[in-house]
């Protein structure tokens, strides 16, 4: 569904982040490394970086059945 506005675990904000991690770890040219991207945007804790990487962003998927 929907990347949480939140991390689950220390609650800072993390939703922010999503469309520019989306669009620089995903391009067909030269993908870059999720890492250096998270590392780019100062995003430190591994609690919030997990709600990045392990995201699988299902709206397109779903919302024909709603």
Sequence with gaps: MMVPVR???????????WEEFKARSATKEGDENPE???????????CCRRMLVSHKDLVDIVAPYQ
């Design 36 to 46: 250096k991207v998270l590392d780019e945007l100062g995003v430190e804790r591994q």
């Design 7 to 17: 991390c689950f675990t220390c609650g800072m904000v993390v939703g922010e982040y």
